[in-house]
């Protein structure tokens, strides 16, 4: 199992151009989610998805579109990038059924926006 | 609603030193808690957790106790290496929802 995978692993972008964060799990979860992190605010989530075909908000969604239409790929958009979006996006996935499960996370992608 | 808080960090051990990273968390159900170990250029790796009241949780000589009387889940070792040098992370889980609440991070730098 390759677990969580992210591309790019860095990225640096002009304000207004817009790109997209690949997310891949090949363990068969539900459950994926995309979180950013920032200097003392520890981890927030973006977007996160239950399932196929469903997709719902987190804490700060606003900038960011994703969309789920296989169980393996979450993939994250950026479509007009703002400075205020430069961060540490981290993917992260876990099984739904039977309980509170471990959530596995990717190894992340850094992103500049200048 | 749901709320994790850590002691502010960044915090710097003498290898061999006891180590304490505080957590304690606000939840409006019964929740599953856990540690996550950030090691530098790294994503979050899962380092012990539990998943009811006065449960143990325990890996690679840390522990945490879930107490639920005091709504805390203090990370400890009693030894620690260099090796050890990462970010922690407290977080839970209501063991009927979806979300994962994590606490902002604890920098921990153990020196030789």
């Known amino acids: 199992n390759a677990g969580v995978t992210q591309t790019p692993k860095f990225q640096v972008l002009k304000t207004g151009q817009s790109m997209t964060l690949q997310c891949a799990q090949d363990?068969?979860?539900?459950?994926m989610s995309w979180y950013r992190q920032d200097p003392g605010m520890g981890l927030r989530l973006i977007h996160y998805?239950?399932?196929?075909?469903?997709?719902d908000q987190g804490e700060v969604p606003n900038g960011y579109n994703v969309s789920r239409s296989t169980t393996e790929d979450f993939p994250l958009r950026l479509l007009s990038a703002a400075p205020s979006q430069t961060s540490v996006y981290f993917c992260a996935s876990r099984r739904l059924a039977g309980g509170p499960e471990t959530q596995y996370f990717g190894p992340g992608t850094r992103l500049l926006v200048l | 609603g749901n709320s994790v808080t850590q002691m502010e960090g960044p915090v710097t051990l003498s290898e061999e030193a006891f180590l304490t990273i505080n957590c304690t968390y606000t939840a409006t159900g019964y929740p599953s808690l856990f540690w996550y170990v950030q090691y530098p250029g790294e994503g979050l790796q899962l380092l012990l957790k539990a998943t009811k009241a006065d449960d143990k949780g325990s890996n690679k000589g840390f522990e945490a106790t879930y107490r639920k009387e005091t709504t805390s889940f203090h990370l400890e070792k009693g030894s620690v290496q260099v090796s050890d040098s990462a970010v922690y992370f407290c977080a839970l889980i209501e063991n009927t929802g979806n979300q994962f609440y994590f606490g902002t991070g604890t920098s921990l730098t153990v020196i030789p």
């Open positions: 363990m068969n979860h539900e459950y």
């Open positions: 998805s239950v399932g196929a075909g469903i997709t």
